[in-house]
């Protein structure tokens, strides 16, 4: 693990642990608060605030924040083109990570 993956880590203890089990417990442990009205406003984010609208659809939640899985974060960066850590990192900058755990 290089140096700059090793920092993002410690930033986000939560988005590099590693992924054990089956499919349908991975994405129960780790997750983060997503505060969607910064993104909202950004068209580089485009493709995440639609995949998060679609998760708010599905759970019937229209609130500006939003709780995602860990796998959910693993497609979210996927659709942005980044590795999980940078792609937080960017988060991070936005101000619109909440709470991660």
């Known amino acids: 693990m290089d ?6 880590a410690r930033r986000h203890p939560s988005a590099m642990s590693e992924r ?5 417990e991975r994405g129960r442990r780790d ?6 009205t910064g993104l909202v406003q950004r068209d580089d984010f485009r493709p995440v605030v639609e995949y998060l609208t679609a998760i708010q659809t599905m759970r019937g939640d229209g609130g500006s924040l939003l709780f995602v899985r ?4 693993d497609a979210m960066a996927e659709q942005d083109g980044s590795p ?13 990570v909440v709470s991660s755990n």
Do not use: N, S, Y
């Open 70 to 73: 860990g796998d959910d974060l």
């Open 31 to 36: 997750a983060i608060g997503v505060d969607l």
């Open 84 to 96: 999980v850590p940078e792609f937080l990192d960017r988060l991070d900058q936005l101000g619109v």
């Open 3 to 8: 140096d700059e993956t090793k920092d993002a």
């Open 20 to 24: 054990v089990g089956d499919a349908g």
